[in-house]
């Protein structure tokens, strides 16, 4: 059972619109939440991140916002461009330090020109 | 500076065949993940190591897959024997354990294996 949920597989935006990716998780007990990014033929990139103590992050273009009591988080890309092409990946971690990530199946979002 | 490292990037292999992926991790860093990639399950965890111990291996998928980690700048991921269903994209990534607030994991480039 997947305890991290990317339900929408891809996402289409036209450049200067705004991208939202969604994730929803299952386990009240995550502390920390991270959003990777991939492109084709490389290992994904860390990309931004949340403190279950806060409901928002922002950098540049990019803001993430928690929502602990419905258990979800979304990313934010604003305004986004073709190069944001790629694969999103909303990752979790259990609230023990040192313990591993639990990822979703990614969202591959499209941003054309 | 070198990130995590990966060899082969790509390998194909007859079924049956053993085959074994190797990791870099970045210097420093104690921790170290294996992960498998596919259209189904995304991206999944598989094992890790935490100064060189392994510390979760209950996403290994089945007694054909084995990991070590002899010292800390090395480990490996064996299948042996291989299978058509084995092909996936396999990822090492790598953290510092102490002293961040979060895990941030560098990952390596993947290696593609396609078993036949």
């Known amino acids: 059972d997947q305890q991290v949920k990317q339900n929408s597989p891809s996402l289409s935006v036209q450049e200067g619109r705004i991208s939202i990716l969604n994730c929803d998780y299952t386990n009240s007990m995550f502390d920390y939440f991270l959003w990777y990014k991939k492109y084709p033929a490389e290992g994904p990139t860390f990309l931004i991140s949340?403190?279950?103590?806060?409901d928002k992050n922002e950098d540049g273009r990019f803001t993430v916002f928690l929502n602990k009591s419905a258990k979800h988080l979304s990313l934010h890309i604003v305004p986004s461009q073709p190069g944001d092409s790629a694969v999103y990946f909303c990752?979790?971690?259990?609230?023990?330090?040192?313990?591993?990530?639990?990822f979703g199946k990614g969202t591959t979002l499209s941003v054309s020109s | 500076d070198a990130g995590v490292i990966q060899s082969p990037r790509h390998e194909v292999t007859e079924m049956g065949q053993e085959v074994t992926l190797r990791c870099k991790p970045i210097s420093g860093h104690n921790s170290l993940f294996w992960y498998r990639q596919t259209m189904m399950r995304g991206l999944e965890l598989l094992i890790y190591f935490n100064n060189n111990v392994p510390i979760d291996d209950s996403g290994m998928p089945e007694d054909r897959f084995s990991a070590k980690m002899p010292n800390a700048s090395f480990s490996t991921l064996k299948i042996q024997p291989s299978e058509p269903r084995d092909s996936a994209v396999y990822f090492c990534a790598s953290s510092r354990r102490v002293g961040q607030p979060y895990n941030e994991q560098f990952f390596g480039p993947g290696t593609r294996l396609t078993v036949l």
């Open positions: 990752a979790a971690r259990p609230n023990q330090a040192g313990t591993a990530l639990i």
């Open positions: 949340i403190s279950s103590i806060k």
